[in-house]
């Protein structure tokens, strides 16, 4: 049973991707400075009814970890932060001057200077950081150490969900293994070891996968009146720039990329909202957005559960709804009366595909000798 430090971990994408692609880790010790995102975390990995045997969450920054911290880990996981890399109008696209690119600078030194340097690394970003100063500075030291690497950029829409999220992602073994075509951006979903063994049996290696529709992914329990608070508001629909937002329906197969800033900002590129009465796809027959204060009502965000639906997040993921006894801690108030709307909207925004990442696990970390 291999041990894993998980960087930036956030809620947790990358455990529940290896939980889904079922990397035999015995230890994980994941780092985030978020308290409320170590709430999370704890609540449903270490707190659950089936937790690892060994598995702790440390409110600390990269920055302040030091050799000893990662020393003697099988793999290490990470998703730095995308701003310095992102195209937003926001991000300025700082690349290495950034300063939210110091946790990267830290582990890259720290990755020089360990005794035993992991086995693998998994590293997910947006697409700007392919081809950023701040990796190639990644790539010298991976390359010192002793790593091949390959090089993906992935959407969930090639795995079948209904969810434009193209990302890089940077996978790392420590031999040769990758050496031959370490120049390449790959952007196939690459063959498992069990698509390999299909394929010797003579099945088919490559499956089908086709779009599956929104409805696949809709929360049951959400009635067309319930909650109010997901219905997008004659204020905004109002709007001119309304007709220029991304309305999708239940029987559609593709959404825009939600992220932290879904539900605060009212923009295409902050994700999609759904039209609750189509009964049609709205690919195919486009919502009439010339008169849109008619479809005031019928118009709502999708539910934080929903979006991780898409994200591919567990069924019983769920969120902290209040402080536990004992705990006074001033950054966790806010937990006092359950996290907001807008709280989950951020923490699932910011988190990973779970599907992709762990079709990139059973990729990157062949099954033991004993599973095969």
């Known amino acids: 049973n291999m041990r894993v430090l998980e960087l930036f971990s956030g809620i947790g994408g990358m455990h529940a991707a290896m939980m889904e692609a079922e990397v035999k880790a015995g230890e994980i010790v994941a780092y985030d400075t978020s308290l409320i995102c170590n709430k999370t975390y704890e609540l449903n990995f270490i707190h659950s009814p089936a937790p690892l045997n060994r598995c702790a969450v440390r409110a600390k920054l990269v920055e302040q970890l030091e050799v000893e911290d990662l020393e003697g880990f099988d793999l290490w996981t990470m998703s730095p932060p995308c701003q310095p890399y992102s195209t937003t109008k926001a991000a300025n696209q700082r690349d290495d001057l950034d300063p939210r690119s110091q946790g990267l600078h830290h582990i890259i030194k720290l990755l020089l200077d360990v005794k035993n340097p992991p086995k693998w690394i998994l590293l997910e970003n947006v697409k700007g950081f392919h081809g950023s100063k701040m990796q190639n500075k990644f790539l010298g030291a991976i390359e010192q150490r002793g790593f ?50 299909e394929a010797m049996n003579g099945e088919s290696s490559k499956e089908e996968r086709s779009v599956r529709r929104l409805r696949e992914f809709l929360d049951e329990e959400l009635g067309p ?8 508001p004659a204020s905004i629909l109002e709007k001119p720039w309304a007709r220029g937002l991304s309305y999708v329906g239940q029987h559609d197969t593709t959404t825009f990329c939600f992220t932290g800033s879904y539900g605060k900002v009212y923009h295409k590129s902050s994700g999609s909202m759904l039209y609750m009465h189509a009964d049609h796809a709205l690919a195919e027959v486009a919502l009439d957005k010339e008169d849109m204060p008619r479809h005031i ?24 709804e209040g402080l ?23 923490l699932v925004g910011n988190s990973i595909n779970v599907t992709v990442v762990a079709l990139l696990f059973k990729f990157l970390i062949p099954p033991s000798k004993d599973e095969q």
């Open 148 to 197: 091949s690497w390959r090089q993906f950029l992935l959407n969930p829409i090639q795995v079948g969900i209904p969810n434009n999220r193209l990302r890089f992602y940077l996978l790392c073994e420590r031999s040769a293994r990758f050496s031959d075509r370490q120049g390449d951006l790959f952007t196939d979903v690459p063959e498992t070891s069990d698509q390999r063994a």
């Open 225 to 232: 009146d319930d909650p109010q608070e997901l219905v997008t």
């Open 297 to 320: 009502g019928r118009i709502r965000l999708f539910s934080p559960r929903e979006i991780l639906n898409l994200m591919g997040f567990p069924k019983g993921f769920k969120f902290p």
């Open 324 to 346: 536990q006894h004992g705990e006074h801690c001033l950054f966790l108030l806010t937990l006092l009366q359950g996290l907001t709307l807008r709280h989950k909207y951020k």
